[in-house]
């Protein structure tokens, strides 16, 4: 979506307010909250997104990018930890 708009300006409505197309009461979640459980929330709600808050301050945003980094790390991490088990016999 951000390419397109980016490869095509004029078709972006530049008057339009962010109010109009923001969502007004999104799903949220605490620092606390398990990463596992944010997945499913976006996953079940059908959302990029989660605002994370701490007693009504919004204290950052977690995206399905942060998890599909944090997951190609891990696997990465996986294989570093395979790739020593073998070299190591």
């Known amino acids: 979506l951000l390419e397109f708009y980016s490869a095509h300006p004029d078709a972006l409505d530049r008057t339009m ?9 999104p799903h949220t979640v605490t620092p606390e909250m398990l990463s596992i459980d944010a997945l499913l929330l976006m996953r079940k709600h059908k959302i990029g997104c989660l605002p994370v808050v701490n007693d009504g301050k919004l204290l950052g945003v977690i995206t399905e ?3 599909m980094n944090f997951s190609e790390e891990t ?13 190591g016999k």
């Open 17 to 25: 307010p962010i109010k109009k197309v923001m969502i007004k009461n």
């Open 65 to 67: 990018l942060n998890f």
């Open 75 to 87: 696997i990465q991490a996986l294989i570093r930890d395979s790739e020593q088990v073998r070299g």
